[in-house]
């Protein structure tokens, strides 16, 4: 008997998909529902607004002359470096104010009097102190980047469970014992968590950051088309956008995934 519902147990498991094949399969049926829509919309008559096959019609042009690929490295340096930048910093930063309580006092204030204001509203005071070029453009950016990640940091060290801590303290570990074995691992899941909400952040400040001055850029090309009544390279912008975010994404969870697989997960 106990034979029996082992084999029905596991041909049902063979039989049923796995879970990231059936995540996929939503997904795309998401995507299919998601274009049928615009494709609806279109036909029946919203002012302007582009059909699907235009708009790949024209990611066709823009990338046959290059000037889609031009614009998405421009503006993927641009998040690379803000992001990068805004996280290298953030992670310390928040591990010094979850762990000391002098560091919290000194820089809490800063961080949550900035973390209220705008990124955007930064910029026209990155455009008189740092100039027209690039330095402000990733600055805004960084800025997105770390203030998201730095108060994940700190949240996920001041909630790391106390037990833990006075049970390595009982076994004489040390404190830099504990904060490498402990409190590291125990706040990765937010730091990671951080990450991915700094990392749309980032994008979401690029198009603001990319109207100082720019020459190249998605950011840029949408402004352009914006004076043209361009709706499908506006389009082509938007989703470009949206992919090269959606990816960077994935790869921030799979890494979550990797580092965290001691978490129980639904």
């Known amino acids: 008997m106990t034979q029996l519902t082992t084999l029905e147990k596991t041909s049902t498991a063979r039989r049923s998909p796995s879970r990231p094949q059936r995540a996929v399969t939503l997904n795309l049926i998401a995507v299919a529902i998601g274009l049928a829509l615009w494709t609806l919309l279109a036909v029946v008559g919203v002012q302007g607004l582009p059909t699907p096959l235009q708009v790949a019609a024209k990611a066709g042009e823009l990338i046959a002359d290059g000037t889609l690929l031009e614009d998405a490295l421009a503006s993927l340096r641009r998040v690379l470096l803000g992001f990068l930048l805004g996280t290298l910093l953030a992670v310390p930063v928040g591990f010094l104010m979850g762990w000391y309580a002098t560091a919290r006092g000194l820089l809490e204030p800063y961080v949550q009097f900035f973390r209220t204001i705008p990124p955007l509203a930064i910029i026209p005071l990155a455009i008189v102190l740092l100039g027209i070029g690039e330095v402000p453009k990733v600055f805004v950016i960084f800025l997105a980047a770390f203030l998201s990640s730095v108060v994940a940091t700190f949240q996920g060290v001041v909630d790391v469970d106390k037990t833990l801590i006075n ?10 014992t504990i904060f490498l074995k402990v409190v590291v691992p125990a706040s990765t899941p937010f730091i990671l968590v951080g990450m991915r909400v700094g990392l749309g952040s980032a994008w979401g400040t690029l198009v603001a950051a990319e109207l100082i001055a720019a020459q190249e850029g998605l950011g ?4 352009q088309a ?5 709706l499908s390279t506006i389009f082509v912008g938007l989703i470009t956008i949206g992919v090269l975010g959606l990816l ?11 580092l965290t697989d001691w978490q129980e997960r639904r």
């Open 226 to 230: 914006q004076l043209y009544y361009d």
């Open 248 to 258: 960077m994404d994935r790869l921030l969870l799979l890494a979550e995934r990797h």
């Open 167 to 176: 049970a390595a303290r009982v076994l004489g570990a040390s404190d830099r």
């Open 220 to 223: 840029f090309r949408m402004q």
